[in-house]
């Protein structure tokens, strides 16, 4: 098998991607790695060089409590998305030819919204005076209508907007391909659906939940939009603080040394799911 | 005592009826096959008798209680899908005592119950192993000691050997027939291949386009089948166009008598003559036939011939084989009181 893929695909087509790799990914990261180093000059801009100041200022319980929130809001979202687009996809799998294609197309369809959409629209819709609240007022839920936004609903209504298709697009290729006969059998014996769908469909499908959840977490960790529309100050997250460093304080260094970490803390989050992943497989 | 009844059931997909009408009893420890060409309705039946469908009409009693309405997961049925649906997560002991996991069972008396079914099936040491880890043939065994874990009041299953080598096959049906015999539990197989039917089965019932043709003991279907298609599929025989009048037949412009033991289902006029290869012996005088293909197959000698622009097949055992080479021209007669003369 692997030898019909080397004989039919040239080994010399993976350069190309490898050299996109090069020139995108693995350069600007060095000269990121090398501007962290760098020495700031205060007032104006940085000079090259090697010190770790500002890597020191990370090291600090402000900077630790804004790792902490990036990883808990990005971890919360991605279980939220994941909790949802699941049993969504599972349904969608079960629905009829022409109705899964209708609805997918109209998820690669919001797939095509950027964040600043997603963003406005929803602070809009959660506004007090423009929003959803008029309604509940008018239905006489509320007394007034009250603003939901901001704050961490409106936040992570909106991360699990922006991350929920991608949830269902990794989801529905090993959900489709589900044998439909597990999902009977565990009725034949005895497992009501939902009984049936928590000891059978979740954990067959382990892998694929646990790729989704990896994919959202990874997305939404470098969100800077969204928490700054839909989010109060504390909810915001290291993408937040990189952009405010590089853009309105001009510390470059720090911004940098601030996108190294999060990238670390991205690989190692990513390295614990599948390590725990792996552990469960061969443990169960 | 009878375990499962069917009652006018009948199973509609929008303008397709898969199922029409079936009504029929099984008794208590029965083995029955449900024979059938594929698409006739056969493997719609099991699934409404285990309430994976719901009928468009009709009832399903077990141990004459009502079962229609009751959900699949409540039926205590066992049952072994077409794919086996083993459960790739769990080991092979867990995937053997999910439905005791699932009653609220404890973990050590699941363990014994599901090495007692392992060694029922004759699996034992492969407690532990992932489903993965096992052959064809012992997943088949594990997939049948699931369906039985709970002691089913019926055990259904849908062409469960179809995906073992024919001798592995062969072999399973016996050893299925023999567990089933000795555990007496009601069991219903869905099967197209008459052979394996034939193999297993108290009764047989042969459906075709989702009504059921006959239903009987097997050899009975095979020596007195209701209509030309029971005739044609359950084992092989010449269906030879005649016309029937009173006790006698013609054919092929000669006039046979019947005997005492052939039967006749139908009425006067057009019919057809249903004679077993078997059942074709070469004689004297009588109906002339030419020999157009011999098939030496060791075990039996098989003969082509020709009467009157039709394909009829003689069957010999070896020692009886007679001195006729290809293109000679002999005479035929049928066994009498093995004929059968049925509806066109």
Redesign the interface.
């Known amino acids: 098998m692997s030898a019909g893929v080397g004989r039919t695909t040239p080994g010399w087509l993976g350069a190309i991607p490898a050299v996109w790799l090069a020139v995108l990914f693995l350069i600007p990261f060095a000269i990121m790695l090398s501007v962290s180093v760098a020495q700031r000059v205060p007032g104006g801009f940085f000079e090259p060089g090697f010190e770790l100041a500002s890597y020191a200022r990370l090291f600090t319980a402000f900077f630790g409590r804004i790792l902490l929130t990036s990883v808990l809001i990005a971890g919360g979202a991605a279980l939220i998305c994941v909790a949802l687009a699941f049993p969504f996809t599972v349904i969608l799998a079960g629905m009829r030819r022409r109705a899964q294609t209708l609805v997918l197309v109209m998820l690669l369809a919001v797939l095509s919204l950027s964040e600043v959409i997603i963003g406005f629209s929803l602070s809009t819709l959660l506004s007090r005076t423009a929003g959803v609240g008029n309604l509940f007022a008018a239905l006489g839920l509320t007394e007034t209508s009250q603003a939901y936004t901001p704050g961490l609903f409106a936040l992570m209504a909106g991360l699990c907007y922006l991350g929920f298709p991608y949830a269902v697009l990794v989801l529905y290729p090993p959900v489709s391909r589900l044998d439909p006969e597990l999902g009977e059998a565990a009725r034949s014996m005895g497992a009501s659906p939902l009984r049936g769908f928590l000891t059978v469909t979740v954990p067959v499908l382990r892998a694929p939940i646990l790729g989704a959840l990896i994919l959202v977490f990874v997305f939404t960790l470098g969100a800077y939009l969204l928490p700054q529309l839909l989010g109060r100050p504390r909810h915001w997250t290291l993408s937040v603080h990189i952009t405010d460093q590089a853009i309105f304080q001009s510390n470059l260094p720090l911004a940098a040394a601030m996108a190294v970490v999060l990238l670390l803390v991205a690989l190692a989050m990513v390295g614990l799911a599948l390590l725990l992943g792996r552990q469960r497989e061969a443990g169960a | 005592m009878t375990e499962l009844t069917l009652r006018g059931l009948t199973k509609r997909f929008g303008s397709l009826t898969a199922v029409e009408d079936v009504t029929l009893e099984i008794p208590n420890g029965r083995f029955v096959c449900l024979l059938g060409p594929s698409g006739c309705g056969k493997t719609t039946l099991l699934r409404l008798i285990?309430g994976?469908e719901e009928p468009s009409a009709g009832q399903v009693l077990v141990g004459g209680q009502d079962q229609t309405r009751v959900?699949?997961?409540?039926?205590?049925?066992?049952?072994v899908?077409?794919?086996l649906?083993l459960?790739?997560?769990?080991t092979v002991a867990e995937n053997v005592a999910?439905?005791l996991a699932?009653?609220g069972v404890d973990r050590a008396s699941r363990r014994k119950r599901a090495t007692e079914l392992l060694d029922l099936v004759r699996l034992p040491d492969v407690g532990d192993r992932r489903i993965h880890q096992l052959s064809g043939g012992q997943r088949q065994r594990v997939a049948i000691a699931?369906g039985l874990?709970?002691d089913p009041k019926v055990f259904?299953l849908d062409e469960p050997l179809s995906a073992l080598d024919a001798n592995l096959r062969e072999h399973m049906q016996v050893e299925l027939r023999q567990l089933q015999e000795r555990l007496g539990v009601t069991t219903v197989v869905v099967t197209h291949d008459q052979k394996e039917a034939l193999t297993m089965a108290d009764v047989l019932i042969v459906m075709d386009k989702g009504r059921v043709q006959q239903m009987g003991a097997p050899m009975d279907l095979y020596r007195d089948p209701a209509n030309a298609f029971v005739a044609g599929f359950i084992g092989s025989t010449n269906l030879i166009p005649c016309r029937l009048a009173g006790r006698a037949v013609e054919l092929a412009g000669t006039r046979i008598e019947l005997a005492e033991g052939d039967r006749v289902k139908c009425a006067d006029g057009d019919a057809v003559l249903s004679v077993r290869p078997e059942d074709v012996r070469f004689a004297e005088a009588g109906l002339l036939a030419r020999v157009t293909f011999i098939r030496d197959l060791g075990e039996s000698v098989q003969f082509t011939l020709d009467l009157d622009g039709r394909e009829v097949s003689a069957l010999f055992a070896p020692r009886e084989r007679p001195g006729v080479g290809l293109g000679d021209s002999v005479h035929l007669a049928f066994e009498p009181g093995q004929r059968v003369v049925l509806a066109p």
């Open positions: 285990a994976l959900p699949t997961h409540k039926r205590d049925f066992g049952m899908f077409q794919s649906a459960f790739p997560h769990l999910y439905p699932i009653r699931r874990a709970i259904l």
